[in-house]
């Protein structure tokens, strides 16, 4: 396999606006900056990735101005001009800095971008994938009234949809939910908490057991794994970790605790595609279930979804919607579409789209070209 060399670094910094604002138990988003990251070998190939930030630490403690300030200052130091012999090691290499795992993934997965091309491969094929097709769920921001969000789920379940999400927040759950089960009596149906709850809460939270949920997604605190042992072992429902897996330890420890019975798999959360597959194996050798979860990417950061979500315990379907549920246009090339509730893997190398620069052109603000190593910091040698 040919090994990567990098060149230059381009940021594009670019600001995008959803077609509708989303909201979450930590709030309502409408548009982000975003940083789309490419990676140019010294072939010319170029690679794509992307801070799947937004502009508030309200997720977990990245921004979008924090993931620029780690590439700039410490990953790409430590990553330019250095002969990289395949994109697994990168994740080691960028281990000096703790945590920032979003600013990691972002150039992380454009260096698989860029290595697959150059092998004129995709990244699902190294990555081992075996998936064609992927099922496609819908997530559904907080709703003024139940009537409104059981409309939404009614279009969304027309669509073709596999799975339908539904945001929680303490004011609007219990009543939301059972509006959807009563409607619709079958769907798979599940709820994601973004840690709105504490342990205050078990009883109201075992309430949800009567409404045969697929799993509860990070109902506790961001970044426990004990207390959601406690609720899980009150629960009938699955519990499913977002926000407090941000590593293969992580989840190995939630795994051995008992703190749930799904995981949720964000690549920018767990710092890139290698540390991805390797959470997916150990679920998959301890019989968890894991699933996608989605960031409001652009294109580029779905597409690096669509590659990682071949992997076979990728078995509940996804937030990785097509482009048009979040952007009028977005800026990749074919666009990503749904075909019954399911898209259709790209034969294409690489992340399997292109990046339109005519249609990136009409979000970015600059682009920012990183030929030589520029920091004041002491980045540590290979
Ligand atoms: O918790 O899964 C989450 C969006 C932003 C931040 C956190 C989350 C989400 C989503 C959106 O649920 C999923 C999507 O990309 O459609
Ligand atoms: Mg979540």
Redo the contacts with the bound molecule.
């Keep these: 396999m040919q090994s990567v060399h990098i060149k230059e670094v381009i940021l594009h910094h670019t600001t995008v606006s959803l077609i509708a604002p ?1 909201t ?1 138990s930590f709030g309502t988003m409408v548009d982000k900056d975003v940083c789309l990251v490419e990676v140019i070998d010294e072939s010319g190939v170029s690679g794509w990735g992307e801070t799947v930030t937004s502009n508030e630490p309200y ?1 977990n403690e990245e921004t979008t101005a924090t993931a620029v300030y780690m590439l700039k200052e410490f990953l790409i130091p430590r990553l330019l001009k250095q002969e990289i012999s395949h994109p697994n090691v990168v994740h080691d290499s960028l281990a000096f800095v703790r945590r920032n795992n979003i600013a990691k993934a972002s150039i992380e997965t454009a260096i698989w971008d860029v290595f697959a091309k150059k092998n004129n491969t995709s990244i699902a094929e190294l990555l081992g994938g075996t998936q064609t097709e992927i099922p496609v769920g819908k ?1 559904i921001g907080i709703q003024d009234t139940p009537a409104l969000l059981v409309e939404k789920v009614r279009t969304f379940v027309d669509e073709g949809f596999k799975k339908i ?1 539904v ?1 929680i927040k303490p004011s609007a759950d219990l009543e939301y939910l059972n509006a959807v089960r009563k409607e619709f009596p079958d769907i798979p149906l599940m709820a ?1 908490a ?1 840690s709105a709850y504490t342990l205050e809460d078990i009883d109201h939270l075992k309430k949800l057991d009567a409404l045969n949920l697929l799993m509860i997604e ?1 109902p506790l605190s961001h970044d426990d794994i004990v207390d959601h042992r406690i609720l899980q072992q009150e629960l009938t429902t699955p519990v499913c970790l ?1 926000e407090s897996v941000h590593s293969l330890d992580d989840a190995r420890k939630a795994i051995e605790l008992g703190s749930c019975k799904i995981i949720n798999i964000k690549i920018g959360r767990v710092g890139g595609l290698y540390e991805s597959k390797r959470i997916h194996d150990l679920c998959l050798e301890k019989g968890i279930p894991v699933w996608c ?5 652009t294109g580029i950061g779905r597409a690096h979804n669509i590659q990682l979500t071949t992997l076979k315990n990728f078995t509940i379907p996804g ?1 990785t ?1 097509p482009s048009a549920h979040y952007w009028k246009e977005d800026i990749v090339t074919p666009e990503i579409v749904m075909d019954h509730g399911i898209i259709h893997v790209p034969k294409g190398d690489g992340i399997g789209y292109e990046v339109d620069r005519e249609k990136l052109s009409k979000v970015l603000i600059s682009s920012e070209r990183i030929t030589e190593v520029d920091t004041t910091h002491p980045i540590p040698s290979a």
């Design positions: 989303f979450t997720y997530s999400k945001k994601d973004n990070q977002d979860g989605g960031m409001l990417e937030d919607a």
